[in-house]
């Protein structure tokens, strides 16, 4: 898409011209005569960029500008001040009502279409982040506004000619810290994440700045760094080139003290808001997927991840296991002891529900009371080992509860279930987790019930010595039952693959395929070896 962009002037041939060099290079051009119907314009359209004439009658260019900048809706839009004036008040006093550069009457074309494009490539990206930063601030429910901050500024400056550094450094020292470099390759070795601007004369000898440019736009790390370019008067054609591989600003020489400290600041700013979209959006996002009061993951963030784990179950055949639990009678300790009481013991929960489980596992809060903790790589007896733990770690202590310090015995009912591979969807593998979780409860709760997904319940108590007799096998036998009757699944399987060749697993078939895809690679299909498609 093509950059949008206002020319305002109250000389309609200056109009023309502006338009005329712009739509020759497909820039998509709006044009206003005054002050008041560039505001009115501005605040419909909101252009990429806005050139905007100094010297108009009523309104002037200042004015104007000012009053861009204090809309919301076009406060983020670069303006260009366009002026026969070229005297360094008047540069300064766009400078403080916001304008991002000056172009001196009449306009040159390489600087025109380098900073029209430098400047709507810098807007877009701060829409972005501006909508990225609000979407999620609207998910999250928390207020993004962002503070203004001060603060000394790292800055890099290359400059080879020592008096001209000296002299720079003497400008900006009192708000930056500034690192005199010589050399490219000396920039790259001081360059670190805090470095809040470069600022690299174009006729430095040692490296190619235009190279330093494009290395910072190429990496993901410096890829937001300003970088402000000095040039002399008569290296234009460099200097729209650096503009165009993405540098923020220029300055020619002899450098206006004004201007620099002027153009710094802006630089600095830019980076720190910034910087500050990009945090809370990070922070927004966070907070969208994560349950405010445990701090675990919530729901939304939880069918995600299990979504994708079930994907990874069907195509990697790894094993995955869920543990779904509750507290047993919950609402007798909001009913007793009150609900911030209730709060103190979810997050305790949820404390020791992460000290019980592996690290590699991850656990959520699906709402009240009602925890998953979600286990890749796992299978059944695994999983409902770590949910004997669980349970322990809740049942051994009781909970404190801080206002009062009255204590407070949990215990929590955990329902199992393992991932099946071909077919199982996470809706299934939260339901027999469900049913599992609902048969603890009516068993007596404090206890775990493992399903698996087409064979019966299996208690966590039948893989144990502490059970009674009516539910089954104890110990180890237990544990011999489980393995005789995955054993016997297995066998049938392989039974039923032998009978009929349609039914071989689908990682059998798969590897068989690999195998002869290869086959197929290194002998060509015509080969009286190669493998026959209908096999596979
Ligand atoms: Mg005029």
Redesign the pocket.
């Known amino acids: 898409m093509s950059a949008r962009v206002l020319v305002v002037?109250?000389?309609e041939a200056?109009v023309k011209l502006l338009e005329a060099k712009l739509s020759s290079e497909y820039f998509d051009v709006l044009s206003a005569f005054n002050g008041h119907s560039a505001l009115e314009i501005a605040d419909s359209e909101v252009p990429d960029v806005i050139l905007l004439?100094?010297?108009?009658p009523r309104m002037d260019g200042f004015e104007v500008c000012r009053r861009l900048k204090a809309n919301p809706r076009t406060a983020d839009v670069p303006v260009v001040m366009v002026t026969a004036l070229s005297d360094v008040a008047n540069r300064l006093r766009g400078l403080e009502v916001g304008a991002d550069d000056f172009l001196t009457k009449p306009v040159n074309d390489i600087a025109l279409f380098a900073r029209v494009r430098s400047l709507a490539r810098l807007k877009r990206m701060m829409e972005e982040w501006r909508l990225r930063e609000g979407i999620c601030g609207r998910f999250a429910g928390h207020d993004t506004a962002v503070a203004e901050d001060s603060g000394p500024a790292r800055i890099i400056l290359i400059e080879e000619d020592q008096f001209a550094a000296a002299r720079m450094a003497e400008i900006l020292r009192p708000s930056a810290q500034l690192v005199i470099c010589q050399s490219c390759a000396e920039v790259q070795r001081q360059l670190d994440g805090d470095t809040e601007l470069v600022i690299a004369s174009l006729s430095t000898p040692r490296g190619d700045p235009l190279l330093l440019v494009t290395q910072c736009r190429a990496s993901e790390m410096f890829r937001q760094l300003p970088i402000l370019l000095i040039a002399e008067e008569g290296d234009l054609h460099r200097l729209a080139k650096g503009l165009d591989l993405g540098a923020n600003d220029y300055l020619i020489r002899p450098v206006d003290q004004n201007e620099l400290l002027a153009r710094t600041g802006t630089q600095i700013r830019r980076k720190r808001l910034q910087d500050r979209l990009q945090e809370n959006y990070q922070r927004s996002l966070s907070l969208a997927l994560t349950d405010e009061l445990t701090g675990l993951y919530n729901r939304r963030y939880l069918l995600a991840h299990l979504d994708e784990l079930i994907g990874r179950v069907n195509h990697d055949h790894i094993s995955a296991a869920i543990l779904l639990f509750d507290i047993d009678h919950f609402k007798q300790v909001n009913d007793t002891y009150g609900h911030a009481a209730g709060d103190d013991v979810l997050r305790e929960l949820a404390s020791r529900t992460m000290n019980s489980v592996r690290s590699v596992d991850l656990v959520a809060r699906l709402g009240g009371e009602e925890f998953v903790v979600v286990m890749p790589d796992t299978d059944s007896t695994i999983a409902t080992a770590v949910a004997e733990r669980l349970r322990l770690a809740v049942a051994r202590e009781p909970f404190i509860i801080r206002v009062g310090g009255v204590k407070v015995a949990v215990t929590v009912s955990i329902g199992v279930s393992a991932a099946a591979e071909g077919g199982d969807c996470r809706a299934q593998l939260l339901k027999r987790a469900d049913d599992a979780l609902y048969e603890a409860k009516t068993a007596g709760r404090n206890r775990i019930v493992t399903r698996l997904a087409d064979l019966p319940p299996i208690t966590w108590a039948s893989l144990t010595q502490r059970n009674d007799e009516t539910i089954g096998p104890t110990g180890a036998q237990g544990r011999i039952d489980i393995d005789r009757r995955l054993q016997s699944k297995k066998r049938a399987q392989a039974n039923l693959a032998r009978s009929h060749p349609n039914s071989i697993p689908s990682k059998v078939r798969r590897s068989v395929r690999d195998t002869a895809h290869q086959v197929w690679a290194m002998v060509g299909p015509q080969h009286p070896i190669a493998p026959r498609r209908t096999l596979i």
């Open positions: 002037d109250d000389v200056n004439d100094v010297m108009m």
